[in-house]
């Protein structure tokens, strides 16, 4: 059974820092790539940013570039997203998923606001 727990949201000022974790389970992490999805408040959800199933390569939204790294633990099953810089247009409920897979956890809440 796949599960996919993310964590370590909360609410930051502007120009703060947060680092977000997805724990996955019930497949072969080091064989998918991963990614970071977010859904701010009457938005669709749109593609943060992945990572190679290897960790070697990464990708990221125009709007994250620069500001936001993906990492991944294979050994601990764990994707990680730090978010440096964070603005108030990056409030969101953010989601970790596996490439190919119908799968959702039940995301984590970022709020950015003084």
């Known amino acids: 059974q796949v599960q996919l727990v993310e964590s370590g949201g909360g609410l930051v000022q502007p120009g703060g820092s947060l680092r977000l974790s997805c724990a996955a389970s019930?497949?072969?992490?080091?064989?998918?790539?991963m990614s970071w999805y977010r859904q701010a408040p009457g938005k669709e959800r749109e593609l943060v940013g992945s990572?190679?199933?290897?960790?070697?390569?990464?990708t990221y939204a125009d709007s994250v570039k620069g500001r936001f790294t993906i990492s991944r633990d294979n050994a601990k099953n764990t994707v990680t997203l730090q978010m440096n810089s964070l603005k108030p247009e990056d409030t969101a409920v953010y989601y970790c998923k596996p490439l190919g897979m119908v799968y959702w956890g039940q995301g984590t809440q970022v709020t950015v606001s003084s």
């Open positions: 990572i190679g199933a290897a960790g070697r390569s990464t």
């Open positions: 019930g497949f072969t992490f080091s064989s998918y790539l």
